[in-house]
């Protein structure tokens, strides 16, 4: 009796040994994993980084020579290359502290409206100084839908700055235009984006949504889309992307809108 109460007690011991030897090479695989990512993030925003400091550089250097010559033209050039510089920088820092915290979704009541014109405000600030058109419909419906509106606008804003780099790097199209729709089908809330920008192939499309991937070299931190498309799956709704080189890019955004009594 003795010799088999030992032989179970070293079973247990072996088998718990086991499961903690299991944990350790999962601890140290997630942070093999987390290393490889860090080294990865680290490369990414050096390059980033490489080339802001080359346009601050160009803004400072207009701006000096234009107060030495007083040339207003050419200081109003410099000033236009930091604004986009410093704009450039927030939006990084603001992809990188969502990147790299827990996000915890608090979903409150949003009126539809009220959220649309959020938006527009938003892009309408960003469109200065384009010659870039931007529609938005008003919805007509008074609804209201619940998700965490503070991560929602950043997801959007996402998916509308591509949008506006997508025109800004088509040199073929002279009159680009953006679209913003919101309608409500069944118990979905559809969120429409398009662009006559420059479009992707087929290649770029599937790695969009990719970690650190950027089709924009140093004006993109390949954090945005990657963002946008991880709240949205937080919100249980999807992304359907459809784009054609030199036509344009439309993504569908699908999410749950129950009704108020559900």
Excluded at 144 to 157: R, S
Excluded at 230 to 250: L, P, W
């Amino acid at each position: 009796i003795e010799k088999a109460v030992e032989k179970i007690i070293a079973r247990q011991k072996l088998s718990e040994y086991t499961q903690k030897l299991e944990m350790l090479i999962l601890e140290k695989s997630k942070l093999a994993d987390h290393l490889s990512s860090l080294g990865v993030m680290i490369g990414s925003i050096s390059h980033n980084i490489k080339g802001l400091l080359t346009n601050l550089d160009g803004g400072l250097y207009l701006v000096k020579s234009g107060l030495k010559k007083a040339d207003n033209e050419t200081m109003k050039e410099g000033l236009g290359l930091l604004d986009q510089a410093v704009d450039r920088i927030k939006k990084m820092i603001m992809d990188m502290l969502l990147y790299s915290k827990e996000r915890t979704l608090r979903k409150d009541a949003i009126d539809t409206k009220t959220f649309v014109e959020k938006i527009t405000e938003m892009i309408e600030l960003k469109l200065k100084g384009t010659k870039i058109a931007f529609k938005c419909n008003s919805p007509d419906f008074s609804d209201t839908f619940y998700a965490d509106e503070g991560f929602l606008i950043v997801a959007l804003i996402n998916f509308l700055d591509n949008a506006i780099d997508a025109c800004l790097a088509d040199a073929q199209n002279k009159d680009h235009e953006i679209g913003f729709e919101i309608s409500r089908e069944n118990d979905s809330l559809l969120i429409c984006i398009h662009d006559n920008g420059c479009g992707m192939d087929s290649q770029t499309k599937e790695k969009i949504f990719n970690l650190f991937f950027s089709s924009k070299g140093t004006k993109g931190t390949g954090f945005g889309l990657y963002i946008s498309n991880s709240i949205i799956k937080e919100h249980g709704g999807a992304i359907h992307v459809n784009s054609i080189k030199g036509k344009g890019t439309d993504f569908k955004i699908i999410l749950p809108m129950p009704k108020a009594d559900s």
